[in-house]
């Protein structure tokens, strides 16, 4: 079976050696030396400048939030997965789509100016599949407004801009950990932020407002993370040069074997080194999408709609502008498989089907 992707497991040995140093030192949590050594090798990997490691990308985009104060409406992309909108609504704001770019997928920076209101208090944007949102016109809408800026960077581990992190823009980026990321620790994320003030109040509200044993200093939740899983990261993430070195080749067989009248691929900018996490292709509709599905299925093949449908039809939020663009691509938007043993043989194979199925006499485009 070949599924839309496989967790990486490093070396059963490796990881015994860390756990070995947890049993003996019986520190399982709460800032262990595991935990503290992987927020130090994650901020040297990445080039950033503050970093807590928390429990999963979604507690990340909520504390993300909480931490900005934030309480009103919240600019996003209706093109994301489900956690970046539900976090907002799990912190009482007021989710406003605005709607996606053809080519990145991500946030239209020419839509988001028409969507201000009085209670617009921030833009949460998605560098979705790890292409980088227009960063620059974010922001520099975000200064004219006063708007605080979160990214949902959950994608984009590793990615650059302009030779540097994307995680470095904006007020807040938030990253997820889970295994089906291109680096991960079972479960789990981080907070970046390059604001000192930000970054002092985000280190208590993870740890439920503590400062020290005795010191509580303000509201705060459990979104710790253990020395368990900072022992897995710290096993995976020596192996992500060559994870992404290894999707990369992948990622150039599936361009050279696609018929690009079958697929269209979106297209980061120029300006960004991506990390070629995912393989997204648009079909040219959704009938063709769901006859590439059904016999690549037939296959053992299990490619997924990420991500289906469009977040403006979720049932806890209101009926707002419509985004036909995101609902678009929702509809068409096929991720192939792509994982670190991945054959070439087995990209030929599912190439294969797609272009006969997506190009074939019942559907001929
Ligand atoms: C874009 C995006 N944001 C947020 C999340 C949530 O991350 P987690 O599953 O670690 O809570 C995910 C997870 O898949 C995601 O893809």
Not at 172 to 184: D, N, P, R, Y
Not at 246 to 272: E, F, K, N
Not at 288 to 309: E, K
Not at 313 to 341: I, K
Request: glycine residues 4%; proline residues 6%.
């Amino acid at each position: 079976m070949i599924t839309v992707t496989k967790t990486f497991l490093p070396s059963l040995e490796e990881y015994h050696t860390l756990l070995s140093g947890v049993w003996e030192r019986g520190w399982v949590t709460n800032e262990g030396p595991l935990v503290i050594e992987l927020e130090s090798a994650l901020k040297k990997y990445l080039g950033v400048k503050h970093l807590f490691f928390v429990s999963n990308g979604t507690l990340a985009l909520q504390l993300a939030i909480k931490a900005l104060n934030l309480t009103g409406d919240i600019i996003t992309t209706p093109f994301s997965y489900v956690a970046t909108t539900s976090s907002i609504v799990w912190e009482n704001c007021r989710p406003v789509f605005v709607d996606i770019d053809p080519d990145s997928l991500c946030l239209d920076p020419r839509l988001i100016e028409k969507a201000i209101t009085p209670t617009t208090q921030a833009i949460l944007a998605t560098h979705v599949f790890g292409l980088p949102c227009a960063v620059e016109a974010i922001e520099q809408i975000a200064r004219r407004y006063r708007l605080r800026v979160i990214y949902d960077a959950a994608h984009a581990f590793g990615v650059d801009y302009d030779d540097q992190s994307v995680l470095n823009y904006g007020d807040i980026s938030t990253l997820s950990f889970h295994a089906t990321k291109l680096f991960h620790t079972g479960e789990g994320g981080a907070i970046v932020t390059q604001d000192d003030a930000l970054a002092k109040k985000i280190a208590y509200m993870r740890n439920c407002g503590h400062v020290s044993a005795n010191q509580v200093v303000g509201l705060g939740i459990n979104a710790k993370n253990s020395e368990i899983h900072a022992a897995l990261g710290l096993c995976v993430l020596p192996h992500v040069e060559e994870l992404i070195a290894h999707r990369r080749a992948l990622t150039a067989l599936y361009d050279a074997l696609l018929i690009p009248r079958a697929i269209q691929r979106p297209m980061p900018s120029p300006r960004a080194e991506i990390n070629y996490s995912y393989y997204p292709v648009l079909l040219p509709s959704e009938d063709h999408l769901l006859i590439a599905v059904n016999a690549l299925n037939q296959a053992d093949i299990y490619p997924r709609r990420y991500f289906y449908p469009a977040l403006t039809n979720l049932p806890y939020v209101a009926a707002g502008a419509s985004c036909p663009v995101a609902e678009s691509v929702a509809s068409r938007v096929l991720c192939l498989p792509l994982y670190h043993d991945l054959q070439e043989s087995e990209v030929e194979r599912i190439a294969t089907i797609i272009n006969a199925h997506v190009l074939g006499p019942s559907l001929c485009v």
